[in-house]
């Protein structure tokens, strides 16, 4: 069963950092894009990034409202992708999603989310 | 900056068809966007319905279908049920490893 866990969220003040995780498993991870999407509360998905795989050079892309803060990286021996967030804004506040690309243009699995609050 | 559109809200009554569309700020929606559709009721994660355009997901009922309509992509239900009340939100590739969540329907069933 493919499963996605995302972890590390929680209340951070702005300006500070912060390093999500999504761990994996139930599929073969390596070979797997894998993004990341967040949800404002009350609010629509916003795609934020995501990373691909080793054989296409763990290349990341980025929406534009969040590069240069964001970093997508991961740990194929751990079966895990990581987000980590930096300069904080309060309008960071969200729950963040790691979602599969299921290799069809598409994202087939989701985590539940873990949620992260920027606030003094 | 590439713009979605999604239209805010939408109502069907039980057993009837709807038609939610996703569209372009600036062009017209094609295959080549790789349109796809998701499911989301509160505080859940979003559910996959519809990818590259009109492909069901696994186990998804076949009252969803997915298309292009004129400039844009389109998720239609047919026959639509009291648990299909959820937010909609539709996802297009566009371009560059960039891809672009439109804001989402809320459908209402009643």
């Known amino acids: 069963e493919v499963q996605l866990v995302e972890s590390g969220g929680g209340l951070v003040q702005p300006g500070g950092s912060l390093k999500l995780s999504c761990a994996a498993s139930?599929?073969?991870?390596?070979?797997?894009?894998i993004h990341w999407v967040r949800q404002a509360s009350g609010k629509g998905l916003e795609w934020v990034g995501h990373?691909?795989?080793?054989?296409?050079?763990?290349?990341?892309e980025y929406a534009a409202s969040v590069k240069g803060r964001f970093i997508i990286s991961r740990d194929d021996s751990k079966n895990t992708a990581y987000l980590q967030i930096n300069s904080l804004k309060t309008e960071d506040t969200a729950v963040y999603y790691c979602t599969r690309d299921g290799g069809a243009w598409n994202f087939d699995y989701w985590g539940r989310g873990t949620l992260v609050t920027v606030s003094s | 900056q590439t713009v979605v559109t999604q239209e805010p809200s939408f109502s069907v009554s039980p057993g009837g068809t709807v038609t939610l569309t996703c569209g372009l700020s600036s062009g017209s929606v094609s295959t080549n966007h790789y349109p796809s559709w998701y499911q989301q009721t509160p505080g859940q994660a979003p559910r996959t319905l519809i990818y590259?355009?009109?492909t069901r997901s696994s186990g998804v009922p076949d009252r969803f279908s997915g298309s292009i309509l004129g400039n844009k992509a389109a998720l239609t239900i047919t026959g639509a049920q009291a648990d299909d009340e959820s937010d909609y939100y539709c996802?297009?590739?566009?371009?560059?490893?960039?891809?672009?969540f439109g804001g989402g329907t809320k459908l209402t069933v009643l």
């Open positions: 996802v297009l590739f566009v371009g560059g490893g960039i891809w672009v």
């Open positions: 990373i691909r795989s080793k054989a296409n050079s763990y290349s990341t």
């Open positions: 590259t355009t009109n």
């Open positions: 139930g599929f073969i991870f390596s070979d797997s894009f």
